[in-house]
């Protein structure tokens, strides 16, 4: 055995964290087309840059794809060059040289010069660099101290420079202007050759040059693509395409010969090596520096400009796509104390999804309602007096009025012509009755008229404002312009429309804002901000500070301001500041510090105690503004969530978890998933807040101790995790799996055995190992536990298995370990493909019947619950039993335990038959019954003889229920569960509801009623009662949801606060199972109508149905959470 743990360990080089705090990495992407990459020196990470507005330069893991760091020089980047070791960064912007440390992220110098730069190169030696300039101007400088050491000036006549390249001894610069390339001698500045210069007027410019490695060789690539010798000058090879690249060994060549088609060129005797099309074509590609990848651009023609695409070299394999989210919030103030709107969006898109409004929160970290309809980025918006009406205006110029409690749409106005800049500012007077819309030359007036608003008058002026405000008395309105159009903000008359005058003659000022009591008005140019009285233009204080402001706001009582930074490419800042200052004196009382760049929004809550900001950072901070304390910061994209505390503690959905952030320490990236056990606290985030009750975050700090217990952790350990005392380094265990990479492709693997023996060592270098799990299409073999090897006392074990294999589609195998610092390795990922010798026989579907009507204490006596279990059976064998020649399933099997029959004992002996079916079987569990919590907010599934004040007395615990599907070799596991939560709400509070049913007994048009029972509330179940229906759903989503590491089943679950139940000639069901079968029966829920329902079809189906039924009385709380095991049910 030592020796084989020794020839596995010889594979990888195992890694370690140094003692340096984990920083954590927004995986934020290019704003902006992607024009620059380039490999560093070792081939293991990619850099990408993108100029225009975007203006930032961008290192990632190439393995994982996930960013690194982002080093921004804010607009105009022309090129960037890695040094020789890989350790430093330089690029050129505008007239400027930028330095930087890569690991630390460090600016370390920056060059000024009078010329406008175009491209960088550094030279071998690694001390000095070659800048080029307009004009065909090169210049050789000192790293150190950017001294000027020789210029090359080619004729003026060939335009710009574009590219440059040196040879590795670091003798010879091959420079490329539009309209011509030169080589130099370095060492004296002698021009050696001039290629033939393209004519200008035929716009044949030239569109990419290089040496080979070695130096041997030059490659010219305009309207062919052609390969010279280095010494002699003379045409080797000519090959038609645009752009072209030499392999490392330059004996090959990679050639785009067309939009999305490259050929691998043998140079050597001119045969075609390989040949493969790529998906979105490309404007440009590099060599990794082993040959085996390479990494492109998007081409214009086709696919996302804002990304870069890393490809195997001869097969033209997808390997990885570097890319983020570019959500962008514009928009970040409160509601009311409690709640927070968000809106923005990604900057060019036209979808309506990506460009929305939202409200989040505080109380529970859940998103309240979402704002869709914006065909682009929403940059503004305004709430009604009455906190009823929300407006919201884009980039587009397209103005939304919705109902800010149920998220509807109602109204709209589109710009007659759309114009730069769209809508940049919304405004309503204070009595409510006015708005101004602020659109480029023509700004609108709207007055409101019962409940309905119309424009009234339309304000003609030049420019794009940017900032806008009513006068105390609502007769005027104030309008200030973008800085670019010099004017300063000019004041309207609200009744006619008409022109009064200038605020002030300073033409710089653009952003000013009025005080809450409108005696005041803050005003700022890229200078001065000053605080004045409207009144006399009195000039109150006058704020210093050294960056422009982009941002102002007061607080609710107006005795502090807010100032928001901007930070752009002539500000060059680390970071992007909020200040609060005193009204009263002008002195500068704190500084918000976090942003790194230009602040987008600043605002108060209604109390004054918590201050809301946004940045172009993609970032939202919620601070105590008492202290100036970060309380949490936010993070958002398109369906995904997270919160996250300076200590690192977060509030996620399960897509945010690894999607939008992730650790990054010494260049090495660490997931979020890694830290789950350690930092996934919900609980500790709404504390944090400060909103939460504190129920809700005992309810949430108990089912995190749940979570603990399911992952098998020991009492003293569990006490370990809850004080969140851990070390300050952090060690994340590594898998080395034998023949790791050896497969072609190198991460699948094929057989036509039953099971696949699989070798691994599990190590850490710092901590003792705890466990380690293999999950097969997400479904641990061990069970969610896993299997411990604390008794090891090791940091480094062999471990052999024999993983069951399905012969019914891919087995997907991820292989992880766990720490006794609550980390996890990353999972080693490997598919494997069961492919039999002979037939195998047909699964079985076994269907676990669960429902109890009858209970000792009778009040609580429910009709439907054991029909709706007994239904459920009928339907699912029916179905397998009708279907052709039956060929999905071998036999149907029942276990049915109702009422009186359902025990712990009995449930324990069914585990015993679970755990005989094979890999491809079906298991579906159905429960239907009574919920309940205990006084420690432990869930109870009810039976015949529970306690209804005290659950846990005859009570079935949700983990038993749970247990009974966990660790069966079955693979196909389906749990539905139909809980009636009893004795906490008043029967007042439900209404019998219509619902539209298509049933033959009704005539067409005809509803059906949905009646209502409710149960005692009083004597019974007091905890319940005090946790409140909304608090008790959302344990049970928390329960039935958190499975990242559980039994690898899907949970299907509804909830309410008694028995809704349909009673017709055909239907005598609870609302859920009326819901399920006649998706299923009807194949309603088969939402693609391919004849087949699969499970996530049936998620969908059922959470809208089941609301729409209840109006919203019965609350699903589903969600398919192995989306890996996407099985057909019916």
Known sequence: MKTVIIALLSCCSLGVWAQVKPRLQLQVGHSDNVNAIAFSPDGTKVVTGSQSDDGSIKLWDAASGKLLRTFNVYRNLRSFDLSPDGKHLLACAARNVYYWDIKSGKLLKTYAYKRFTQVVKFLPDGKRFLLGFDKNLVQLITLNNGQIIRSFQGAANELDIKWLDVTQDGEKMLTGARLGISVWRISDGQKLHQFDQTKKRTRRYYKHMEFAKKGNKILICTDSVKVFDANTYQLLKKYKGRIATFAPDGQSLALKVSYNQLHWQNLTNSSRLAQWKFRTGSSDFVCSPDGKKLLMTASKKRGNLKVALLYEAKTGKLLQTFDGFRWRTNVARFVNNKEILLAGGVPFSTQNEYNVGLTWSLKNGQINHVFEGHQAIIQCAALAADKQTLFTGDSRGTLMMWNLRDGKLKGRAKAKKRKFGGIRTIALSPNGRHLLVGRPDASQLYKKRGARWYPSFSIPHEGLPISAGFSADNQKVLVGFNRYFKRSPRIYEVKTGKFIGDLSKDKTIGVFKFSPNGAQVLTTNNKVTKLQQVQNSQVLHTLPH?????????????????????????????????????????????????????????????????????????????????????????????????????????????????????????????????????????????????????????????????????????????????????????????????????????????????????????????????????????????????????????????????????????????????????????????????????????????????????????????????????????????????????????????????????????????????????????????????????????????????????????????????????????????????????????????????????????????????????????????????????????????????????????????????????????????????????????????????????????????????????????????????????????
């Not at 098998?712 to 370990?720: A, N």
């Not at 370990?817 to 990922?829: I, T, W």
């Not at 998706?1079 to 391919?1090: F, H, I, T, V």
């Open 546 to 1130: 050294k960056n422009p402001i982009e941002w102002m706001a007061f607080s609710p009582n107006g005795r502090k301001i807010l100032l928001g930074d901007r930070v752009d490419y002539m500000y060059r800042r680390a970071q992007a500041d909020v200040t609060i200052w005193d009204a009263k004196t002008g002195k500068l009382l704190n500084t918000l510090e976090g942003h790194r760049l230009k602040i987008t929004a600043a605002n108060y809550s209604p109390n004054g105690r918590k201050i809301i900001t946004a940045s172009l950072d993609n970032t939202v901070k919620l601070w105590d503004a008492k202290t100036a304390r970060l309380l949490c910061t936010f993070y958002l994209n398109q369906g995904q969530k997270m919160a996250v505390t300076p200590e690192g503690y977060y509030l996620a959905n399960k897509e945010a978890v690894n999607d939008l952030v992730h650790y990054v320490v010494d260049d090495k990236v660490y997931l979020f998933d890694q830290f789950d056990l350690r930092y996934n606290r919900p609980d500790k985030v709404l504390k944090a807040i400060g909103k939460a009750s504190r129920l809700k975050v005992k309810m949430l700090r108990r089912a995190y101790i749940k979570r603990l217990q399911k992952a098998g952790l020991s009492k003293k350990r569990i006490e370990l995790f809850l004080k969140g005392d851990f070390k300050n380094d952090f060690s994340a265990p590594e898998i080395i799996r034998k023949g790791q990479g050896t497969a072609i492709p190198e991460y699948l693997i094929e057989t036509d055995k039953p099971n696949y023996t699989v070798r691994f060592v599990a190590n850490d270098n710092k901590y003792l190992l705890d466990r380690y799990n293999i999950y097969v299409n997400g479904v641990s073999i061990f069970g969610q536990k896993g299997v411990s090897l604390l008794a090891k006392n090791t940091q480094r074990t062999y471990i052999k298995a024999q993983i069951p294999l399905s012969d019914r589609g891919k087995n997907k195998v991820e292989i992880v370990a766990l720490n006794d610092q609550g980390v996890e390795s990353l999972k080693d990922r490997f598919e494997v493909i069961y492919k039999p010798a002979k037939p195998t026989p047909k699964p079985n579907l076994h269907i676990v019947s669960l429902g109890v009507s009858k209970y000792k204490n009778k009040s609580y006596n429910l009709n439907y619950a054991r029909k709706d279990a007994e239904d459920i059976v009928k339907a699912f064998r029916a179905n397998a039993d009708n279907q052709a020649k039956n060929t999905r399933f071998g036999k149907v099997i029942v276990h049915e335990l109702h009422d009186k029959a359902l025990t712990l004992s009995k449930l324990k002996a069914l585990k015993q038959k679970l755990l005989k079916t094979k890999v491809d079987d079906h298991v579906i569990v159905f429960y239907a019954g009574h919920g309940l919590l205990d006084e420690n907010l432990d869930y109870y599934l009810g039976t015949y003889k529970v306690n209804f004040e005290n659950p846990r007395e005859g009570g079935l615990a949700y983990e038993d229920l749970e247990s009974i599907i966990d660790g069966i070799p079955a693979r196909q596991k389906l749990l539905l569960v139909d809980a009636c939560h009893s004795g906490e709400v008043d029967k007042g509070d439900y209404k019998e509801v219509q619902a539209q049913l298509d049933a033959p007994s009704k005539q067409p048009g005809e509803k059906q009623k949905i009646k209502f029972r409710g149960f005692p509330t009083s004597n019974t179940n007091t905890q319940q009662a005090k946790v409140g229906l909304q608090n008790s759903y959302e344990l049970m989503k928390t329960l039935f949801t958190d499975l990242r590491k559980s039994t690898g089943s899907t949970v299907l679950s509804s909830a309410g606060g008694g028995e809704f139940a349909l009673e017709s000639e055909e239907w005598n069901n609870g609302v859920f199972t009326y819901s399920l079968l006649d998706g299923l029966k009807n194949r309603k829920a088969d939402l693609n109508q391919d004849g087949k329902i699969m499970l996530s079809e049936l998620q969908i189906y059922l959470n809208k149905r089941v609301i729409e039924l209840t109006k919203g009385q019965q609350t699903p709380t589903s969600r398919v959470a192995n989306l890996s095991n996407d099985f057909r049910v019916w």
